[in-house]
Every structure is written in structure tokens, then in C-alpha cells.
């Protein structure tokens, strides 16, 4: 198959991309600030008192995660001021300074205070992120007077595998929050009949993304960029999946009936157990 045999060109390039731990496009170089002067003039800032959680809030999200409620919150529409309080509450109760910098750099739930970003860039971050490239970012920001193209991110800026590994599935994770959000307004419109097909093409769906990412996993054996490739996989069939239903939902599919489908789905059975009998593969599979 043409498609596989492309897929696995792209994994032995992209391979090689991240074994040369590459910074992303855009990436400014440290050089160009002094970090030591930088961060010792924001050494000592503290968070305004009105932004400490009290006592309450902070037990009620011990044993959390600050990078899953940052994403999940970052990626629902609404989000509240009260969700982004619980956000830094787990933040500071796991002494996370990754998303201490990124509520203060885009003013989530609190007003945007661009040296106090710098403060937590400084301090170092789990993301295995030079701080330096980190606190340059927010110098730009803040010489622009806090105007940003778009949220910042620390992501952004990983350079090195490890870095990207972690960025990838939290992309996925953020994509899939939001393609669960629409297929859940969809879902809305249905009827209970539909609705139940439509969960069982969920699943199905679910099921294929899975798959995909495992299939993808076994073809880039142990490359340091595998967990990255995987997480693209399964985002990009998960994107599939939503345009398909964004087509069904404005009637740019072809129209077929019940019998139609059912003699469509028998030849394609038909295929299948054909392959299964003859115990051969495509002259194009690789295995």
C-alpha cells in the first residue's frame, strides 16, 4: 500500500528530525538576553495577595494534575474565572511554575503580570524547556505591551524529544476535549434512534484511532520520536472522524439506502475474508 510505505518514509524522517533535538520554527536564541540579570530583578515578586486560593480551595484539589486541568480548561469553551482559580490552586499546591507562567503570561483568571511570568520561567519548569528561550518569549510580550498573537505556551518551545513527546499528547489531549465538545453538539441534534448509531460510530471510530496510533507505534520500533508519532496519529484520525460528521451534518455525503448500504458493507466483508483465506498481503505491505 502506497499510503503505508509513505507513512513509514515520514516516521524515518521525522526520526532524524528529533534525534537532532531541533528547535521549533520561531525559536529566538537566549544569547540574546542576559538570563542571570533578567531573573535576579524579578527574584523577588510575589503574587498579588487577592490571587492566593484559600485553604478550602486548596484541599479540595489535592492529588491533582495541573497540566490535565490547565489543558481541559484551556480547551472548553467558557471556561470560567472559578476554573481557572482551580487551576492555579493545584498549580501552586504542586509547586508547578510551568502553569504559574502561563496563567500569569495570558492573564487566566488573574490579570496578566508578565515579570511574575518571567519569575516562574526562571525558576525552572518540568517540561524540559530551556528557561532562557521561555523568558526571552515573554520579553517580547512584554515589550509589546502584552499583546500576543496567541496564547502562550510552553509547548511552544520545546526543542528537545523528551519536550516534544509530552507536547504531542497534550495536543491530542487538548483536540480531543474540543472534537468531544462538537461531536457532543451534534449528538444534541439527533434523535434517540440516531443518536445510538451515532454513539456506535463513536466508538467504532474510537476503536480505528487506536488502532491507527498501535499500527503506527510497531512501524517506529524504538526511535525516540515514537510517543510523538503516535499522538499525531491518533489526533489526525480523530480529525478525520469530525470533518466526516461536519460533511454528514451539512449533506455533502452521497445518499445511499438501507439495501444499498448493506450490499456495500457485504462486498467489503467479502474483500476482507478474501485476504484472510489467501494468507497473503499486498506486494506494497511491508511485513
Known sequence: MKRTLLLLAGLAIGAKLYAADALPPGAVLPE??????????????QPPKEDMPSKALLDSVVGCNAETIYYD??????????DWEK?????????????????????????????????YACVGN????????LVTALEDVRS????????????????????????SGIREMERHSQREQRLTE????????QKASFEQLSHAAGG????????????SGAGSGRVAFVADARMEEGEHFLDDIGQAENNQFPAYTQEQFAELDRELNEVYKNIVRSGTKDANYPG
Open 186 to 193: 451534534f449528538g444534541r441534534q439527533l434523535t434517540p434512534a
Open 87 to 119: 487551576v492555579r490552586a493545584c498549580a501552586i499546591l504542586t509547586n508547578n511554575n510551568t502553569y504559574l507562567m502561563m496563567l500569569y503570561a495570558n492573564g487566566y483568571g488573574v490579570k496578566q503580570n508578565l515579570d511574575l511570568a518571567i519569575k
Open 144 to 167: 509589546a505591551s502584552g499583546s500576543m498573537s496567541k496564547p502562550f505556551d510552553v509547548c511552544d518551545y520545546a526543542g528537545i524529544t523528551p519536550a516534544v513527546n509530552r507536547c
Open 32 to 45: 540574546r538576553i542576559d538570563l542571570q540579570k533578567e531573573c535576579q530583578s524579578v527574584k523577588g515578586l
Open 208 to 219: 480505528f484511532s487506536s488502532g491507527h496510533g498501535d499500527e503506527i507505534d510497531e512501524y
Open 126 to 133: 518540568n517540561m524540559f524547556v530551556d528557561p532562557a528561550y
Open 73 to 82: 480548561a484551556k480547551s472548553r469553551t467558557g471556561a470560567t474565572k472559578a
